[in-house]
């Protein structure tokens, strides 16, 4: 079975700083990782993928992930923060991109000026 | 916007009703899923569907039920409703391989009184 485990629940970060939100996955397959972004009263939607091609993959926004086999961490980073970043963000783990995917708690990022 | 639409938007209702929420795929899309957001459990896969036909199946309950209709629209029919139930719906949908993204639409509030 795939899971995913969002270390931290709430994570705050100054305007014009780095982001990281951390995220471990465990699969007994190569899986699919992804990271999903949920504004408040509005949908979800796609960060960025991996599917075993590239380990460090770019996303929307100015996201990046680095899949890490040794360490099964698939950590989300971004140099720089920006107010409309404020979101829940979603670490997601599924057997492949067109099976069920299994999300993360969430990790709620807040932005201050 | 993801190209699916779900409706309604909101939907508020009492204990032992019975209601449907309605999902359109993005145009070409063969895969519906459905999800379930609460703030107890996370966001949990409930059931899948491929041009018609169950595919998979998570952690739905017997009260509920879903199809997907010839034009590749899909229905949500959550019934005996519980307190419990309260919860942001959301469907997703990819086009049909193995390796295709899956796309969120906007969600369906309901509320149980």
């Known amino acids: 079975a795939q899971s995913v485990t969002q270390l931290d629940s709430h994570v705050s970060v100054s305007e014009g700083t780095p982001v990281l939100l951390r995220c471990n996955y465990s699969?007994?397959?190569?899986?699919?990782l992804f990271w999903y972004v949920q504004h408040p009263n509005k949908g979800l939607q796609l960060l960025l993928k991996?599917?075993?091609?590239?380990?460090l993959v770019k996303g929307i926004n100015g996201f990046e992930a680095e899949f890490k086999k040794s360490e099964t961490s698939f950590h989300l980073t971004k140099p720089s923060a920006h107010m409309s970043d404020a979101a829940e963000y979603f670490c997601?783990?599924?057997?492949?991109?067109?099976?069920?995917?299994?999300f993360g708690k969430g990790t709620s990022l807040l932005v201050t000026p | 916007d993801s190209g699916v639409t779900q409706t309604p938007k909101h939907l508020i209702t009492a204990t032992g009703q019975r209601v449907t929420l309605r999902c359109s795929p993005r145009?070409?899309?063969?895969?519906v899923y459905w999800y379930q957001q609460s703030l107890d459990q996370g966001l949990q896969f409930l059931i899948q569907?491929?041009?018609?036909?169950?595919?998979a199946k998570g952690n739905i309950l017997e009260r509920f039920s879903a199809q997907q209709f010839p034009d590749l629209h899909s229905e949500l029919n959550l019934s005996s409703l519980e307190l419990g139930d309260s919860a942001l719906y959301f469907c997703?949908?990819?086009?049909?391989?193995?390796?295709?993204?899956?796309?969120f639409g906007p969600g369906t509030r309901l509320t149980v009184l």
């Open positions: 569907y491929y041009n018609g036909e169950e595919r």
């Open positions: 997601v783990v599924s057997k492949n991109s067109g099976y069920a995917l299994n």
């Open positions: 991996y599917t075993s091609a590239a380990t």
């Open positions: 997703a949908s990819s086009a049909s391989g193995r390796l295709d993204t899956q796309y």
């Open positions: 699969s007994s397959y190569s899986p699919s």
């Open positions: 145009s070409g899309d063969l895969s």
